[in-house]
């Protein structure tokens, strides 16, 4: 930053105009940052956004110079293989500031081919822009960028992606750069899916999700694991149709057989007694619910998923409430509350019942 002050101060009184002036301090901060250090780089970053606020630095100067850091990045690589990685701490903070708009260096990356460039390629350039903006700004307002940026279409992480990788969605793509932090929804998505492939053991399963939902505090992960759980099943029984035409209660118990393989590991991700498990079981039931509504409420199902996943642990009488007195806007909740009327009272009646039981156990004792 220190350099810049001076540069700047050198050469105002020299320069035939702003813009020129602009253009000198921008291309010499970009000249010093391929020889320089991290926390060189990343303090001209600073003092460029500071620069473009004041406007003494201009989004043109910015740009140009990008630009044509861009189009020779291939070539430069071959010098500087972490140019990207150089690149993207110079520009972090004119691109956090609106200085040097996230649009323009998608633009370039694809214009000068680095989509499927194997050197120097555009996602890995993106990839770095997060990582320093992350570290500069914290991981909320660095999300908050990209999901504007993405909102308004002004960035599409999946283009940016070569192409052999773009078919498996944006999950596994921000998983393996190590940026599932732009999209815990998704990165919890796709962990409880794979934590509930066939042949994954309870604690593989365990260790597969943790590291998304440590990263996914505003995420229900207990919603994303029954879902996912759902949309196995659905599948595993022969789809949709299948389930809304079993009108008997015997097809439908039948069907739920099927979900015994998946018993273990559910057990593992949303059984317990704390406060933190009634929280993921009280998003799993929400995901029950969505599911039953989605299916029009066939027969019995409600009634039956509910009754199976209480009676092997997944769910507790605790959570079971806490569905019930859920204050939350949910798509059909009178209406499952009218099917599930008998397994409540059931459930109350129970509750009651072991009351009893142990009262009567305590004046035998005296």
């Known amino acids: ?8 101060k050198e050469e105002a009184p020299r320069a035939e105009s702003a813009a020129a002036l ?23 970053s600073k003092a460029l956004a500071k620069l473009a606020d004041l ?30 990685q150089y690149l993207a701490q110079l520009i972090a903070g004119p691109v956090t500031s609106g200085a040097l708009p996230i649009r323009f260096i998608a633009a370039k990356a694809a214009e000068f081919n680095l989509v499927e460039s194997r050197t120097v390629p555009a996602f890995n350039l993106i990839a770095h822009l997060a ?43 921000l998983a393996r750069h190590k940026l599932s932090w732009l999209d815990p929804s998704s990165a919890v998505e796709a962990a409880a899916e794979a934590a509930l492939k066939d042949g994954v053991e309870p604690e593989a399963a365990a260790q597969v999700l943790a590291p998304a939902a440590a990263d996914s505090s505003a995420v229900d992960v207990g919603e994303a694991v029954m879902r996912q759980a759902l949309a196995w099943w659905e599948a595993a029984v022969g789809g949709p149709d299948k389930l809304k035409a079993a009108e008997a209660d015997d097809a439908i118990k039948a069907a739920i057989k099927t979900l015994v393989p998946k ?16 929280r993921r ?37 605790d959570s079971l409430n806490m569905w019930r007195e859920d204050t939350a806007e949910l798509p059909g909740k009178t209406t499952a509350l009218v099917k599930l009327n008998q397994f409540y009272t059931w459930l109350d009646t129970a509750d009651d019942e072991d009351e009893e039981g142990e009262e009567e156990d305590g004046e035998d004792e005296d």
């Open 1 to 8: 930053m220190a350099e810049l002050e001076a540069s700047f």
């Open 22 to 44: 602009s253009d000198q301090i921008v291309n010499e901060a970009f000249s010093a940052a391929l020889e320089s250090t991290t926390t060189k780089r990343q303090r001209a």
């Open 55 to 84: 406007k003494l630095v201009s989004t043109e100067s910015l740009e140009k110079a990008t630009g044509e850091q861009i189009e020779f990045a291939e070539d430069v690589a071959i010098d500087v293989p972490a140019i990207s």
């Open 131 to 173: 990582a320093e903006m992350k570290e500069a700004s914290g991981a909320g307002p660095a999300r908050d960028f990209f999901a504007k940026a993405q909102e308004t279409g002004d960035l599409d992480l999946l283009k940016l992606a070569h192409e052999e990788v773009r078919s498996a969605g944006l999950a596994p793509l």
């Open 263 to 278: 018993k273990p590991v559910l057990v593992k991700l949303l059984g317990g007694e704390t406060k933190a498990d009634h």
């Open 281 to 317: 079981q009280l998003g799993a039931l929400r995901a029950v619910h969505a599911f039953c509504h989605k299916l029009e409420y066939p027969h019995t199902l409600i009634v039956k998923l509910f009754t199976y996943f209480y009676d092997v642990d997944i769910v507790t009488e």
